[in-house]
Structure formats: C-alpha cells, structure tokens
C-alpha cells in the first residue's frame, strides 16, 4: 500500500494490521537479517501503552566488528563506489519508491517502537526520508572536481572522493528521518554505512536497509547494528577502520564521541546536537494569529522531542498578554494527547517513561525557581499508561532560569519578555547552543539586522520550521560542528584529491 492510501486507514484497520505485523529484530549485515554473536537482546517497548513490541538483537563490539568487516569487504570490492553514477543514482530512487510502497509497515513501526502519531509519521517522516532519498541521489553525478590554472607543464585535478566506511550514530526523536540525513549523503557519496540507531526505536531503520537490498543495493555496503550506545555506538566511533562518524544526539555524548576519535584513528566527526532555540516576537509583527499557530506548533510538534524546538519564545512586552490569550485558546484545540495508531492525535506520549520522569522533574524546577506554569505540566488525565505529558507554558521566565538554558526536549515552551531589539538579540545569544532561531517582524530592515545578529545555524523570518533539502540544518556553538540536508552535506562525505601530473619532458 502506497504512501497516500495509509493516509486513508482508519484507527480499527491501524489495529488490525499492528496485530498482525511481522517485525524484524536481526542486526542488519552483510544483506542479511543475523543475531547479535552473544545472543543479547533487548525489548523495544511500545511508549503508549507501556507494551513490548519485540525483542531486537542486542550488538556489542563483536558485532560491530562484523558489520565494519562486511563495509570494508564492500568498500575493496568497489561494486558500489565504482558503480556507474546514473546506476548508483537509479538504485537510491528505486529506494526511495519502495520506501513509499512499504510505507504502511514503516509507519506503523515508528509509531509502535517510539510513540509518534501515525499521522505525523506519514505526513512528515515518511514523505522526507523519500525525498531525502531522492534529492541525494539526484546529486550524484552533479559531484565535481575541478582543474586549476597551472603553468603549462602541469596538469592540476581535484577530485573528489568518497571516505570510505562511515559510521551512523542516530537519535530517536525521528528515527528513520535522523538516519536518513546520514546515510542517503554518505551512500550517494560512494561511502559504506554501518548505522547505530538509538536502542530507544530500533526498528525502522533496519526495514530500510533490507528495502537497500531489494533496491538493487549491494551486501555491506549498507549495515545495522542496533545495541546500547555506551557499548555498540562506542565501539562504532572507537573502530579504527571508520574514516567518519556522522552523530545525531545529545551534546554531551557529542562531546563523547569526539574523544573517542581522538583516542583511535582521528576520524572525521560530525555532530548534531541540542539546541534551545528562540522564537522573537517584535511588537510590529504582521499577524499575530499567524505567528501563535508557528510558534505552537514550533514547540508542540512530536510533543517538543525536536533538537531544533523553538522552546524560548522571547515575546515583546507590548503584545505579551494577545500572545498568551491566544497561545492558551489556540495550543488546547491543537495538541490533544491520544493513541497514536488514532490517525486524529496530534500529541503522541514521550519516548520512555525515564524521559517523561525527565521532563516533569525539569518543569517542576521551573516552578521552584520562579517562572510562571500557565497551563499544562502534567501526566493528562486518562493517559497514565502511557508516557504523555500535557504541553506547558511557563511565562515570565528568566534566561538564567534552568527552563530557559536547559533542553527539555518535551512539550514546554518559556516565554521570556523583553522590551527592546538589542534586549532580544542579547537573550537569543545567551546561550550555550545555536541550532535554529526566528524573527517575526513586518520592518524588512531590522529582519535584516536580526538575522545577522542571532547566533544560529537556521534562521527563520516570518516562520519558523519551514524549509526542503537545499537548507543545510545544524547548529553553531554546543549545538554541533556540521550541516545535515543540502549539497553541503554531502560534500562532507566525500574528501579531496589533488592529482599534479607533470606533463614537462
Ligand atoms: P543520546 O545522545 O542519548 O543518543 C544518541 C545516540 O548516541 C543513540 O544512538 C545512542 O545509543 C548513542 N550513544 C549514547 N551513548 C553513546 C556513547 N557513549 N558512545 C557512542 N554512542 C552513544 O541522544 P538521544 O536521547 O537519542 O537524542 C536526543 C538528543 O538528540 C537531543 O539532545 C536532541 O537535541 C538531539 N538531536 C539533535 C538533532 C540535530 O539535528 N541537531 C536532531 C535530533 C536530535
């Protein structure tokens, strides 16, 4: 079933196909489904209902040993760096078709494994793995090198080439698109993969990688290996045969990863961590129904598990109390918690019950020190078996405050007030991280100086989260070092050659 007919399922059809889904727990290598070598496993529970899901194969070192064994055989073998572009390209769009084709079982995975609403999967995860998919394939024979201005005896080349073996490290918030993001640059480079999704929504990711073989992919150039990231994900980043390690996750296992490539083989590393950032309402901004629906949704969305959450609303004093009238009265309609197999929930529960006790303790340290709890903050009634929490605004907040430095990385949004543009800037900047950040203003010339002015990654005016693949995404400062999507990306998959051939006597 195709990606527009799932959307078409009702909540009793999602039931009767999540009951009858076969799930693949193997690791991924070599094309093939396998067990981990000690026979380890762990259960994927299922967030909404506190449920197993299955139980997935478990790699430590051994296995991942095996699985960059598979990508270095791919690797000398060549079938896939040297593949013919076009045919390189055709294989990743025939990707990208069956990933729409199997849309329904991977829905319906992520949905399960980590909680996110059936909806959001097919109208946000699913349609931007595919065009992920697509936009790096498309790229592929657009890779060029370049010849210089030498002196006549002299020919001067730079070519570029793929690294060689890279290795994933992804995050949960959306599991197969956080992967993708890596995986569709690096394999359209010319690179093997081997992946380490998070042990917290293991199972989608493996689905991609046999579609990678149905595709016309070839064994090991695409390997999975789900295990605990303290374990698998060291051992992936410490391998001294892994020329890079792409991560997607907190900051402070960036800061992890970037020692262990220290300690082995100097291998490139590229993060994308926390964030928190700020969404700036000027007085003078055009519409402020417009600008309460973006910032809503800019910090309610996948109940706040985005790295780029727009959690600090830095509002202007003048329009502070509209913005909050309509922030309470808007938000309520908007994100109802729910089943997520329900293709009407906006508001899927956290990703575990550890996480939700994270985000409570976080709220209620916000309330001890000061801020303001409007509305929301707490387990919702009648969902207890599950891991909601019911979306929070806090007001009046400090930036000092711990709810306006820390990530939540739930659904809690802070509005911090301000009076002046200079006050704005100076708060947005305050802050350890620099992912994304917006400006909403009808004045052109101070949406200029803003956006010059903010320290961020991503700047958004008059919006906030829009976008398609030619932005490059990431952050400055603690929020990480490289840029996901765009032609930028990939090019951080492949490395320069310079070939001086001397063509004097
Ligand atoms: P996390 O750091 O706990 O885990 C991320 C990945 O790292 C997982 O696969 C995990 O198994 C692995 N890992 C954990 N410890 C490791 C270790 N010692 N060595 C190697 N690998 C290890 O993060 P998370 O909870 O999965 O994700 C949430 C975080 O990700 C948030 O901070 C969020 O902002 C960030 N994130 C950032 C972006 C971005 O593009 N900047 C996107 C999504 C999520």
Not at 187 to 208: D, Q
Not at 261 to 266: F, W
Not at 470 to 499: H, M, V, W
């Amino acid at each position: 079933m195709g990606l527009e007919n799932s959307k078409t399922l009702t909540l009793a059809e999602w039931k009767s196909r999540a009951a009858e889904l076969k799930i693949e727990t193997g690791l991924f290598i070599n094309g093939t489904y396998t067990d981990a070598k000690s026979g380890a496993r762990f259960d994927s529970i299922n967030p909404a209902t506190g449920k197993i899901v299955a139980s997935v194969s478990c790699g430590d070192e051994d296995d991942i040993d095996r699985a960059v064994a598979s990508a270095k055989s791919a690797w000398k073998e060549g079938s896939w760096r040297f593949m013919d572009p076009r045919d390189r390209m055709a294989v990743l769009i025939q990707l990208a078709e069956l990933i729409g084709e199997n849309s329904e079982e991977l829905a319906l995975l992520e949905c399960l494994d980590m909680g996110k609403p059936i909806t959001d999967v097919l109208t946000i995860d699913l349609p931007e793995v595919i065009v992920s998919f697509r936009y790096f394939a498309e790229c592929i024979d657009k890779i060029s090198g370049s010849v210089t201005n030498t002196a006549a005896d002299a020919l001067h080349m730079i070519l570029k080439e793929p690294l060689g073996i890279v290795g994933a490290i992804s995050a949960w918030n959306y599991p197969m698109l956080m992967a993708v993001w890596k995986v569709a640059p690096a394999l359209a480079a010319g690179n093997c993969v081997v992946l380490k999704p998070s042990e917290r929504a293991p199972l989608s990711c493996l689905k991609l990688a046999e579609l990678f073989i149905s595709a016309g992919g070839p064994p090991g150039v695409f390997n999975v290996v789900n295990g605990m990231g303290h374990v698998a994900g060291k051992a992936l980043a410490l391998h001294p045969d892994v020329a890079k390690i792409s991560f997607t996750g907190s900051t402070a296992t960036g800061k992890l990863i970037m020692t262990y490539a220290g300690q082995s083989n100097l291998k490139r590393v590229a993060l994308e961590t926390g964030g928190k950032s700020p969404q700036i309402f000027m007085s003078d901004l055009e519409d402020l129904d417009k600008a309460v629906d973006y910032a809503i949704g800019g910090i309610f969305d996948n109940a706040g598990q985005v790295c780029n959450a727009g959690s600090r609303l830095l509002v202007h004093r003048d329009i502070q109390d509209a913005f909050i009238r309509k922030f309470i009265e808007k938000s309520k309609r908007a994100y109802q918690p729910g089943d997520p197999l329900n293709p009407q929930t906006t508001l899927g529960p956290l990703v575990t019950k550890a996480h939700q006790q994270d985000v409570l303790d976080k709220i209620a340290r916000g309330v001890a020190e000061g801020a303001e709890l409007l509305i929301g903050g707490h387990i919702p009634e009648g969902m207890e078996q599950g891991t909601y929490v019911q979306p929070a605004l806090f007001n009046n907040a400090d930036n000092r405050m711990s709810i306006s430095r820390e990530e939540v990385f739930g659904p809690v949004a802070t509005i911090i007030p301000f009076q002046s543009e200079e006050e704005a800037i100076a708060i947005a900047n305050d802050s350890d991280f620099g992912l994304a950040a917006s400006v909403w203003t009808r004045d052109l010339n101070r949406a200029h100086r803003m956006v010059k002015a903010v320290e961020a990654g991503v700047l958004w005016v008059n919006c906030f989260g829009d976008g398609d693949m030619t932005q490059p995404f990431g952050g400055y400062k603690q929020s990480g070092n490289t840029r996901d999507k765009s032609i930028e990306c990939l090019l951080g998959y492949t490395q320069s050659k310079s070939a001086w051939i001397n063509l004097g006597s």
